[in-house]
């Protein structure tokens, strides 16, 4: 019986070291209670807006769902497309649900995604369904936002997928590399918003200092390029944003907390759009001002999430007409 037990606790070890299954719950569970507080008199806002939940975008793969963001007036607005973070394995739409209905209550209409989770789903599932979305978007939204006038954006490993988006459709060879589509015309391509991303994927342990979580992140990383030595992979290479940005990559707004979380990800990418004279707004503070954690800006209650929230709608004011 001792030799049957061992046997088996063996193979559960062994079970957990090469699959990135169990990781990959345990992030799960982690994001369903998700973090976001509401600023102060969040009900004016949501007065001023209308919602459409859980519409179903066409998709090849599940999770196929979006919530519609609308201001109550009938004057088309300017699209943000925004997809959520969760370690590429977890998170949902939910999530940016406080932080599109402030956009949306300011004049934006907001479609919040959900995509197929890894390891269910592997790269670079989320990034064809972005342009799913898209797609749906503009067959069946026309008449109630602007598609001359769009921002792509994320927060976490959402923000990664939808800067690679972004390379995708301004770079014809980088597209045909992954294997992706061009179907969002250039011109209309206003602005990308990128929140606390990581932007070099191998890096995604980074996050923490703290083993137990930065092992979760490498499993985490493997569930979704979907090779165990994913980190030295040409995949996860290509998939890396720092490095790869184009010279016509569109004005972007940046921002990050400064621990637990990849800072030096999103200074790495200012950088490279400073040296590449793109216009750019990057929100940062220093740390004897404030301790801010990963997504800080859905913190709501927090006077520095409603600053870094005030910078941002600068940002869509100074690139959208």
Known sequence: MKKIVGTALVAAAAYCYFSPKPASYVIRKAFEQGIATAPPQFHTYQENIII????????YF??????????RTNERKPLVIWVHGGAYVGGDKDDVSIYATM???HGYAVATMNYALAPE???PTPLKQCLELYAHVKKHHGQQVDLDQIFIAGDSAGAQIAAQLLLTQLDRQYADDIGIA???NVDVIKGAILCCGPYDLAQLHTLSDRKWLAALLTRAGAAYIGERRWQASETTA?????????????????????VATFTTHTEALAQELRDKHIPHDVVLYDPAH????????FL??????????????????????
Do not use: C, K, W
């Open 52 to 59: 459409h939940r859980n519409l179903p975008y066409d998709s």
């Open 62 to 71: 599940t999770m196929n769902t979006y919530d519609l963001f609308l201001n």
């Open 103 to 105: 956009l949306a209550a």
């Open 121 to 123: 789903a592997t790269y």
């Open 182 to 184: 061009q179907q969002i």
């Open 238 to 258: 290509l998939a890396s944003i720092v490095g790869r940005i184009p010279q016509n990559f569109p004005p972007t707004f940046l921002t990050d907390g400064n």
């Open 290 to 297: 404030a301790t801010l954690a990963h997504e800080y800006q």
């Open 300 to 321: 709501f209650d927090t006077r520095e999430a409603q600053q870094t929230f005030e910078r941002l709608l600068a940002f869509l004011q100074r690139y959208s007409d």
